[in-house]
Nanobody, 121 residues
Framework: QAQLVESGGGSVQSGGSLRLSCLAS????????MGWFRQAPGKGHEDIAR???????NYADSVKGRFTISQDKAKNTLYLQMNELKPEDTGMYYC???????????????RGQGTQVTVSS
């Protein structure tokens, strides 16, 4: 069964950094893309970043220049380096994949259980 497991969340002060990891089991590690989305209380789902099989990436404008997505395909692991964190980055962060989601036409087929990121001012 496909499984994505996130880790690395926590609480930091504004301006701090965190690195999230996502370990994919089985054949979950997608040949299309892997990525992250987040959800904050009272806010909608926001896609943050995707990385494709050719290592090309895209980012939401809200995180561009501060967050970096990367992957280690040999380890079936996805990363999100988050720098210059702001209080508005607070939320639950999810690792995700899926063909339609990768091509911005639908929701993820798979997602992890999420890891909480809290940024205090």
């Amino acid at each position: 069964q496909a499984q994505l497991v996130e880790s690395g969340g926590g609480s930091v002060q504004s301006g701090g950094s965190l690195r999230l990891s996502c370990l994919a089991s089985g054949d979950t590690y997608s040949r299309y893309c892997m990525g992250w989305f987040r959800q904050a209380p009272g806010k909608g789902h926001e896609d943050i970043a995707r990385i494709y099989s050719d290592d090309s990436t895209n980012y939401a404008d809200s995180v561009k220049g501060r967050f970096t997505i990367s992957q280690d395909k040999a380890k079936n692991t996805l990363y999100l380096q988050m720098n210059e964190l702001k209080p508005e980055d607070t939320g639950m962060y999810y690792c995700a994949t899926g063909l339609e989601w990768c091509y911005l036409t639908g929701d993820p087929d798979y997602r992890g259980q999420g890891t909480q990121v809290t940024v205090s001012s």
